[in-house]
């Protein structure tokens, strides 16, 4: 299988987003997490932003071994320079340089020509090549430039020695099937030039993870992510639901990325912990009702055959277990297990006026707590057993029966 190498911009792209900002300290404790979750390369920043930038930047690049470091910088010498002096202790440093390609980009952002850009882009490939190992280009807005500019861009920039190209649905606009005809393009007009081409995609439409596996299926190798899908307004690419989709649709993408399944969740909430921003509870794998089922039918299924309602089994991110909501949706089925794994088992009679109190509770409450529900199961148990003890003995027909 086909490796697609995972670029994670937790550290820049998602760290540019309001509330997410991270000390170099910080950057440095989460990019080891990074690594060890296996991501090919760690964007740890944009050094020309500020010092403190570079200093992160420089702290990744000394820290870490296995993956590369990518540090970013516009198509502008002094950008260029900041990112090499930011990247000097990297075992991998590579030099990510940007300048957008789509006309309103260009007039309205940077008053260029398609010409006055491309010269630049070439310039400044060339010079960052010159002093770097690796150099990407990324031809910003890509997805709302002309196309033929852009696969004439594509080409120079390959020509000037970028080795990965990177096409970014800046604003998120794109369809899956626009995204991926961008990339047949490029693809045709670089012949056999051996350059990766990457993804870089923004959620505004909800679409980055769609976009992403679309361009991988037309033969992207690289895909720019972000853990829980941060980044500049609605996010970028999620990293761990662009890989987990590849897994779990391994039928329909033959393709693996080294990224250890195991240490999703730590790293999601790493994140967290770090910024103080937590999870949505409905997002996908790594939020705390990916895996949680309330509904009487859902809880039912799930406990007879995960697969009933899990695509995935929880222990394969490393998330603790599935948890099983108790509230006013659950069945007696949910309850008898809740109650087993909390310790206190109860059946027959006991259970059900357990059941019957729960429901109540339930109405009331959202959702009913473990204290509550061993507050109720003791109750219960007791009642029953002290119902038994006032009981007449059973007959010999009923003891039978
Ligand atoms: O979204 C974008 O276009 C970017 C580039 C700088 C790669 O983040
Ligand atoms: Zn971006």
Same mark, same amino acid.
């Not at 696969?151 to 390959?158: K, L, P, Y």
């Not at 350059?195 to 299926?217: K, P, R």
């Given at each position: 299988?086909?490796?697609?190498?995972?670029?994670?911009?937790?550290?820049?792209?998602?760290?540019?987003?309001?509330?997410?900002?991270?000390?170099?300290?910080?950057?440095?404790?989460?990019?080891?997490?990074?690594?060890?979750?296996?991501?090919?390369?760690?964007?740890?920043?944009?050094?020309?932003? +500020?010092?403190? !930038?570079?200093? $992160?930047?420089? #702290? =990744? *690049?000394?820290?870490?071994? &296995? %993956? @590369?470091?990518?540090? /970013?910088?516009?198509?502008?010498?002094?950008?260029?320079?900041?990112?090499?002096?930011?990247?000097?202790?990297?075992?991998?440093?590579?030099?990510?340089?940007?300048?957008?390609?789509?006309?309103?980009?260009?007039?309205?952002?940077?008053?260029?020509?398609?010409?006055?850009?491309?010269?630049?882009?070439?310039?400044?490939?060339?010079?960052?090549?010159?002093?770097?190992?690796?150099?990407?280009?990324?031809?910003?807005?890509?997805?709302? +430039?002309?196309? !033929?500019?852009? $696969?004439?861009? #594509? =080409? *120079?920039?390959?020509?000037? &020695? %970028? @080795?990965?190209?990177? /096409?970014?649905?800046?604003?998120?606009?794109?369809?899956?099937?626009?995204?991926?005809?961008?990339?047949?393009?490029?693809?045709?007009?670089?012949?056999?030039?051996?350059?990766?081409?990457?993804?870089?995609?923004?959620?505004?439409?909800?679409?980055?993870?769609?976009?992403?596996?679309?361009?991988?299926?037309?033969?992207?190798?690289?895909?720019?992510?972000?853990?829980?899908?941060?980044?500049?307004?609605?996010?970028?690419?999620?990293?761990?639901?662009?890989?987990?989709?590849?897994?779990?649709?391994?039928?329909?993408?033959?393709?693996?990325?080294?990224?250890?399944?195991?240490?999703?969740?730590?790293?999601?909430?790493?994140?967290?912990?770090?910024?103080?921003?937590?999870?949505?509870?409905?997002?996908?794998?790594?939020?705390?009702?990916?895996?949680?089922?309330?509904?009487?039918?859902?809880?039912?299924?799930?406990?007879?055959?995960?697969?009933?309602?899990?695509?995935?089994?929880?222990?394969?991110?490393?998330?603790?277990?599935?948890?099983?909501?108790?509230?006013?949706?659950?069945?007696?089925?949910?309850?008898?297990?809740?109650?087993?794994?909390?310790?206190?088992?109860?059946?027959?009679?006991?259970?059900?006026?357990?059941?019957?109190?729960?429901?109540?509770?339930?109405?009331?409450?959202?959702?009913?707590?473990?204290?509550?529900?061993?507050?109720?199961?003791?109750?219960?148990?007791?009642?029953?057993?002290?119902?038994?003890?006032?009981?007449?003995?059973?007959?010999?027909?009923?003891?039978?029966?």
């Amino acid at each position: 299988m086909d490796l697609v190498r995972i670029f994670d911009t937790t550290l820049r792209d998602g760290e540019q987003s309001p509330g997410f900002s991270m000390t170099p300290d910080e950057k440095l404790r989460l990019a080891a997490q990074i690594e060890e979750l296996g991501a090919d390369v760690i964007e740890a920043g944009f050094p020309i932003a +500020s010092e403190g !930038d570079l200093e $992160a930047v420089r #702290a =990744v *690049a000394g820290g870490i071994r &296995g %993956a @590369a470091t990518a540090a /970013l910088a516009r198509a502008a010498q002094q950008d260029v320079d900041a990112a090499l002096r930011a990247l000097e202790p990297a075992t991998r440093p590579r030099v990510h340089v940007f300048l957008a390609t789509s006309d309103l980009h260009l007039e309205h952002k940077l008053h260029m020509t398609r010409g006055e850009a491309l010269d630049r882009i070439v310039r400044m490939v060339r010079y960052a090549r010159q002093r770097c190992p690796e150099v990407e280009f990324s031809a910003e807005d890509a997805s709302r +430039s002309d196309p !033929d500019y852009l $696969a004439e861009v #594509a =080409v *120079a920039a390959a020509d000037a &020695g %970028a @080795a990965i190209l990177n /096409l970014p649905d800046t604003v998120g606009y794109a369809t899956p099937e626009e995204y991926a005809t961008m990339f047949r393009q490029v693809r045709a007009r670089l012949g056999k030039r051996a350059v990766t081409l990457s993804a870089h995609c923004h959620n505004d439409l909800g679409l980055a993870v769609a976009n992403s596996l679309a361009a991988v299926a037309t033969g992207a190798r690289q895909v720019e992510c972000t853990i829980n899908g941060i980044g500049e307004r609605a996010g970028n690419a999620s990293l761990e639901e662009f890989v987990v989709a590849l897994r779990v649709r391994g039928d329909r993408f033959a393709l693996r990325t080294g990224v250890r399944l195991n240490q999703i969740y730590r790293t999601s909430r790493l994140l967290s912990a770090i910024t103080g921003v937590p999870v949505p509870p409905n997002k996908a794998i790594v939020g705390a009702n990916a895996f949680a089922h309330e509904a009487g039918i859902h809880q039912d299924g799930i406990l007879k055959n995960p697969l009933t309602y899990e695509i995935v089994s929880p222990e394969t991110f490393g998330i603790p277990a599935r948890r099983l909501v108790i509230g006013k949706h659950s069945g007696r089925n949910a309850l008898r297990t809740r109650l087993e794994e909390l310790g206190c088992p109860l059946s027959g009679e006991p259970l059900e006026a357990a059941y019957r109190d729960v429901m109540e509770l339930a109405d009331r409450s959202k959702t009913v707590g473990d204290r509550d529900l061993l507050r109720i199961a003791i109750r219960a148990r007791r009642s029953g057993q002290s119902a038994a003890a006032h009981s007449p003995e059973p007959s010999a027909a009923q003891g039978a029966a």
